[in-house]
């Protein structure tokens, strides 16, 4: 029996596509340098940046540095164009998000989040309108662990009071989520609906045919309501 639903964020609750974009193609142009040299520098520092052992600040900072172009006012750039994006991203909720999160409750089911994230993303997601409507919410930045590792999973199911059987677990498929999902025991969805907005080289992962999709919020009510 499925007693929670534990969703991924970002391209699952909401998507980095919606409005403006800020990759790293972007931020190149903004700094005026080549793109695969800055692409290299800054996900250098993806991890730490994820783990929470640099603030978004600092991870621009360390990545500025090694393409020999720091300074206080090109940091402030980067960090502000990324802000306007999220900003942009979370202005405005996706109703089917919210209907979503909300219909989850009123049947009794717990809901959670798992989401790799930075320190910029991690505020914002405290601070949106989603965060009310759940149960947990481990976000790496915070946790010190980030998915693919069990630990994350099992942490939110623990935050959850179920086991992973108990869990169904929604995300659009990157950092290998759902095969980590499935290893422990949760019951793993592929949701495609924001697919239609992504572009390439940032489509965070192909479509696995392994797992379950959902193409609309309204299919994870219906596949609740054949295991409830």
């Given at each position: 029996?499925?007693?929670?639903?534990?969703?991924?964020?970002?391209?699952?609750?909401?998507?980095?596509?919606?409005?403006?974009?800020?990759f790293?193609?972007?931020?190149?142009?903004?700094?005026?340098?080549?793109?695969?040299?800055?692409?290299?520098?800054?996900?250098?520092?993806?991890?730490?940046?994820?783990?929470?052992?640099?603030?978004?600040?600092?991870g621009?900072?360390?990545?500025?540095?090694?393409?020999?172009?720091?300074?206080?006012?090109?940091?402030?750039?980067?960090?502000?164009?990324?802000?306007?994006?999220?900003?942009?991203?979370?202005?405005?909720?996706?109703?089917?998000?919210?209907?979503?999160?909300?219909?989850l409750?009123?049947?009794?089911?717990?809901?959670?989040?798992?989401?790799?994230?930075?320190?910029?993303?991690?505020?914002?997601?405290?601070?949106?309108?989603?965060?009310?409507?759940?149960?947990?919410?481990?976000?790496?930045?915070?946790?010190?662990?980030?998915?693919?590792?069990?630990?994350?999973?099992?942490?939110?199911?623990?935050?959850l009071?179920?086991?992973?059987?108990?869990?169904?677990?929604?995300?659009?498929?990157?950092?290998?989520?759902?095969?980590?999902?499935?290893?422990?025991?949760?019951?793993?969805?592929?949701?495609?609906?924001?697919?239609?907005?992504?572009?390439?080289?940032?489509?965070?992962?192909?479509?696995?045919?392994?797992?379950?999709?959902?193409?609309?919020?309204?299919?994870?009510?219906?596949?609740?309501?054949?295991?409830?």
């Open positions: 029996m499925i007693k929670a639903v534990i969703f991924d964020m970002f391209e699952t609750l909401v998507s980095l596509f919606e409005g403006s974009t800020y790293s193609e972007d931020i190149a142009a903004d700094l005026g340098v080549e793109h695969d040299p800055f692409r290299k520098a800054w996900h250098e520092t993806e991890e730490a940046r994820t783990l929470g052992k640099v603030t978004i600040e600092e621009i900072g360390e990545a500025l540095k090694a393409m020999g172009i720091y300074s206080e006012k090109n940091v402030a750039m980067v960090a502000d164009g990324r802000k306007a994006t999220l900003e942009d991203t979370f202005r405005v909720i996706p109703k089917e998000s919210l209907d979503l999160l909300h219909a409750r009123a049947k009794g089911i717990l809901t959670g989040l798992i989401s790799n994230c930075y320190s910029d993303e991690a505020r914002m997601i405290k601070n949106c309108s989603l965060y009310p409507l759940l149960d947990a919410a481990m976000l790496s930045y915070e946790q010190g662990v980030a998915k693919p590792e069990p630990e994350i999973y099992l942490r939110a199911a623990a935050e009071g179920v086991k992973p059987e108990e869990c169904l677990y929604v995300g659009d498929g990157g950092s290998r989520e759902l095969f980590t999902a499935k290893e422990i025991g949760m019951h793993p969805v592929q949701a495609l609906w924001y697919r239609h907005m992504m572009f390439e080289p940032h489509v965070p992962s192909p479509v696995f045919d392994e797992f379950p999709h959902a193409e609309s919020r309204k299919d994870i009510e219906e596949m609740l309501e054949e295991t409830v």
